[in-house]
């Protein structure tokens, strides 16, 4: 048999940092005889190889392309910052795994967007494989570039650099896409005539046929389709039966290990729950669950396929699942007689979970995790994060009885109507659980005498399709001063060394704001970052602040105007156009509730006509 | 009862380290649902030993790992759940019970580049594949354009003769000389023809080295030696490194009798 084929020399390989993350050849990665397909699919997370190989959603599309006879999907991830100055320096254009061929002969490159300060990294991947990065600069042999994920949402910053958008799941259109393209191919119709008619097709968004118009102010003023028969609205696509669809059973198995190195079992899709500040929570809806025979057995099959030492349930929330109880019982016995390990993260912390917990861990007791994510009653309120204190008391009194003595509590700053009561409620919260250890345990079983809270902050970022798509973020300054009164407030608390305190970096944190709010004018301004240097921005050692800052203001824009101003309720948003099946009037009476401080009940009390019932599936066509 | 597997390595799985290479095992015995021994504590592992980490770019045709079974048989992993259907994969999880079966299921399960040559058991009072390696022989050749000018085949009987070669060993404490010498168990070179090696004339040596944990020789080291005798060095990245086999000695303390690891079990 010939070898595979390498892109890098043996001179690079031997050079780089785990050259393990360009050769491909991994067990259950697909070849196929590229003479025999008629469609060559690059599916690229931007970001490097241990964090892409961890996402379920890739490993799904790759899943479901290759499963198509005429269709063969490969690999690409972000080089790492030393390969790709041998890249650019040696001229080695970016090439896909399984092939090793250039993705620049490809027909289509898929970017998967999962989080706002990947985008330098979309223009890095471009820029490596030699395809222009404007859209309109592309010309017939390029491959055709589509972007999906959770940041289409609000595709605009980036409306530029794509040809299509494909908004919502990806396993319900791409049949048609392809179809459509060879079609086009067949007839040598052309780029622009292809994304003509893919533009007609459900859920897909072609930038280049809208237009938006700015009022004096920087608002939008209009955004509208520029050719007869482009839709004015796209809808997002959804799967309406989660069980009867593609699910990677033979998942790609790395050689080295990455950041999600088990079996992931995706049990749901949505949330019931509501948070404001929660964009996966709406865009997400309605809660679809898999039926769990279906979900044993594929448990079974992936033990067999992967050989992986842990299995790990996903969804929003897991708890929420209704046969969480008969699967994981099922887990416990199939796992323990093959030394797996189960893995169950988002659950609530009650009885239940920790009877599971106690099952499923040895002696050696992780950390508990509790997400708050406010310190006071009235903060969490606002917010709709239906945990109270007293659940919280409860759970870690249950947890210490248990065994557990180390606890993490993750908490936002810089919530909307956040006072410096709610921050001190945060130091007091974790005093009251460390108090709670004290009183609940008697020092004869207090193992090393200690029990460890660890309050970490992050910095709130609000998202379109959120209540919260009105509210203003704060400052760089604002959120120092939080994080400040913060680690006073803690030191001042009783119990205040077994409580440690964590907090991110703010300067990110208002970039993703705006970037995540942006408008198609940002595209230069991520194509400036990106040409003075910048990629890799979600690795903090790799992030340059003044280089944003600098790039906003050659292009005339600012922070303040993205992130930090309250929007009025009638302004026109750069992802207007999208339906996301959640409505703005509905997102409007949230954001009024949470103002007013109230609460609303979860899908599963009761409906807040949200508007995904349109949709015709999942949880709002279940008996209450 | 103990396994010894003997596997090659080639093609781009030549850059996969020794602890990937390890992990990879662990999941294709999981795979090829052998009844694989598991240690006791907090965390079990797999009872594994492997002979001698092989470097980064090397490819072999002699690589050894050792693993605890159970039983000959496979864990099937559809046992308990007879309410399901079976499908034809699921079948092929029924018992069996030779070595020649625990490597068609390994090569079963494996990538392409990692392949199962030999499974043997040991007997029970051989010791594991790590504390055995004695020796190990290399086949090495010089990357186009990173030949030296030395003639190494005229320069190595004089290479030989020499009582003493003296190098410097980098470890974590610093710098140490050792004399290899002693460690130069066979060291023979020859000429490839036009059609061996497109590239025209080359070289190729054939080394049987010290493996021992105390003394193991690269063979980049008895290289750079001799070259260094003709004031030469090596270029960088210059050697093609197939580590051929890893051998054991079963001799005396005065005769060493080097035996390739997998002589030590037999087949059932």
Redesign the interface.
Same mark, same amino acid.
């Given at each position: 048999?010939r070898?595979?084929k390498?892109a890098l020399s043996?001179?690079i390989?031997?050079r780089i940092e785990k050259?393990?993350r360009y050769?491909?050849?991994?067990?259950n990665s697909v070849m196929k005889d590229p003479s025999k397909v008629a469609v060559r699919f690059a599916m690229c997370f931007p970001d490097v190889y241990e964090i892409g190989m961890s996402h379920l959603g890739i490993q799904i599309l790759y899943d479901m392309f290759n499963s198509m006879e005429d269709v063969w999907c490969e690999r690409v991830y972000s080089p790492w910052v030393d390969l790709d100055a041998i890249m650019r320096k040696e001229h080695i254009p970016l090439f896909a795994l399984e092939s090793q061929d250039p993705v620049r002969d490809f027909d289509f490159l898929g970017i998967t967007l999962q989080y706002e300060m990947c985008y330098t990294n979309v223009l890095q991947v471009l820029d490596l494989a030699r395809i222009p990065i404007n859209a309109a600069d592309r010309g017939e042999n390029c491959p055709v570039v589509i972007g999906g994920g959770p940041c289409s949402y609000n595709p605009e910053p980036l409306a530029d650099f794509f040809d299509i958008f494909y908004i919502g799941e990806g396993e319900t259109r791409y049949r048609e896409l392809l179809t459509l393209y060879e079609e086009c191919k067949t007839h040598c119709l052309g780029r622009v005539e292809f994304l003509r008619r893919a533009a007609k097709l459900p859920g897909m968004y072609v930038p280049r046929f809208y237009e938006a118009a700015y009022k004096e102010d920087g608002t939008i003023e209009r955004f509208f389709p520029v050719e007869e028969g482009i839709p004015e609205t796209i809808c997002k696509e959804i799967v309406m039966d989660v069980t009867d669809t593609y699910y990677p059973t033979k998942p790609v198995?790395p050689?080295? &290990?990455v950041t999600q190195d088990r079996i992931v079992l995706e049990i749901q899709r949505g949330c019931i729950r509501g948070c404001r500040f929660c964009q996966a929570g709406q865009l997400y809806r309605p809660v679809r669950e898999r039926d769990v025979e279906t979900l044993?057995?594929y448990a079974?099959e992936m033990?067999?396929?992967?050989?992986?030492?842990e299995i790990s349930l996903s969804s929003l929330s897991s708890s929420d699942y209704s046969k969480l109880p008969e699967l994981v019982d099922f887990l416990i016995?199939?796992c323990g007689?093959?030394?797996v390990n189960i893995s169950l993260p988002s659950l609530r912390i009650d009885a239940f979970s920790l009877d599971v917990m106690n099952k499923v861990q040895?002696? &050696?007791k992780s950390s508990l995790t509790f997400a708050p994510e406010a310190g006071s009653q009235r903060l969490r309120n606002v917010i709709n994060k239906g945990l109270t204190e007293e659940a919280i008391l409860k759970g870690a009194a249950l947890a210490f009885e248990g065994g557990w003595t180390r606890v993490k509590l993750y908490f936002m700053l810089g919530l909307p109507t956040e006072t410096e009561e709610d921050i001190r409620g945060i130091a007091e919260l974790s005093n009251k659980i460390a108090a709670t250890y004290f009183d609940t345990v008697p020092k004869e079983r207090r193992a090393g005498g200690r029990v460890q809270i660890v309050a970490s902050t992050s910095f709130f970022v609000p998202k379109p399709f959120t209540p919260f798509q009105w509210a203003p973020q704060c400052t760089k300054e604002d959120f120092l001063d939080k994080a400040y009164l913060t680690r006073t407030a803690i030191s001042e608390q009783l119990n205040q060394k077994s409580i440690k305190y964590n907090w991110h970096e703010a300067d990110a944190s208002v970039m993703e704001g705006v970037l995540a709010r942006g408008d198609r004018r940002l595209c230069e301004v991520i194509r400036r970052v990106y040409e003075k240097g910048g990629f890799y921005d979600a690795w903090g050692e790799y992030y340059d602040n003044d280089r944003w800052l600098t790039a906003l203001e050659e292009c005339g824009l600012s922070a303040a105007f993205y992130a930090h101003r309250e929007r009025p309720l009638d302004e026109i948003f750069p992802w207007d156009f999208i339906d996301c099946g959640v409505t703005k009037d509905f997102l409007k009476r949230e954001w009024e509730k949470a103002k007013r401080e109230e609460v609303s009940e979860n899908c599963k009390q009761k409906c807040q006509s949200c508007g995904a019932a349109k949709f015709g599936c999942g949880i709002c066509f279940e008996p209450r | 009862m103990r396994l010894r597997i003997k596997f090659k390595k080639?093609?781009?799985?030549r850059?996969?380290?020794h602890l990937?290479v390890m992990?990879?095992f662990?999941?294709?015995?999981?795979?090829a649902?052998i009844n694989v021994a598991?240690s006791n504590g907090?965390?079990?592992h797999q009872i594994m030993a492997f002979a001698a980490p092989l470097g980064?770019?090397l490819t072999s045709n002699g690589e050894y790992m050792d693993i605890e079974v159970l039983s000959m048989e496979s864990?099937s992993?559809?046992e308990?759940?007879s309410s399901?259907e079976r499908t034809s994969s699921?079948e092929r999880?029924s018992s069996i019970v030779s070595c020649a079966d625990v490597l068609a299921r390994l090569n079963a399960?494996?990538?392409?580049?990692i392949e199962v040559v030999s499974v043997k058991v040991l007997p029970d009072n051989a010791g594991n594949a790590m504390a055995s390696v004695a020796a190990a022989e290399y086949t090495v050749r010089f990357?186009q354009g990173r030949e030296p000018v030395t003639d190494i085949q005229a320069a190595l009987p004089a290479f030989l003769a020499r009582e003493q070669i003296l190098i410097t060993k980098e470890t974590k404490k610093g710098s140490r000389e050792a004399d290899i010498r002693p460690g130069i168990f066979q060291l023979t070179a020859e000429k490839l023809s036009m059609e061996e090696f497109s590239a025209g004339d080359s070289i190729s040596l054939r080394m049987l080295l010290d493996a021992s944990s105390g003394g193991n020789i690269k063979p980049v080291q008895v290289i750079q030696a001799l070259l260094a005798d003709h004031g030469e060095s090596l270029k960088?990245?210059a050697l093609i490194i197939t580590r051929e086999d890893v051998y054991t000695d079963v001799g005396t303390l005065d005769k060493r009798a080097l035996v390739p690891l997998d002589d030590i079990g037999f087949v059932c």
């Open positions: 048999m070898e595979r390498l043996d001179d390989l031997m050259p393990e050769i491909g050849g991994e067990y198995i050689f080295i &290990k044993k057995k079974l033990l067999e396929n992967t050989g992986y030492e016995e199939e007689k093959r030394h040895d002696v &050696k | 080639y093609g781009p799985v850059y996969i380290g990937d992990r990879f662990q999941k294709a015995i999981r795979r649902q598991y907090f965390s079990p980064v770019g864990i992993s559809m308990s759940i399901m699921m999880t399960v494996s990538v392409h580049g990357r960088e990245n």
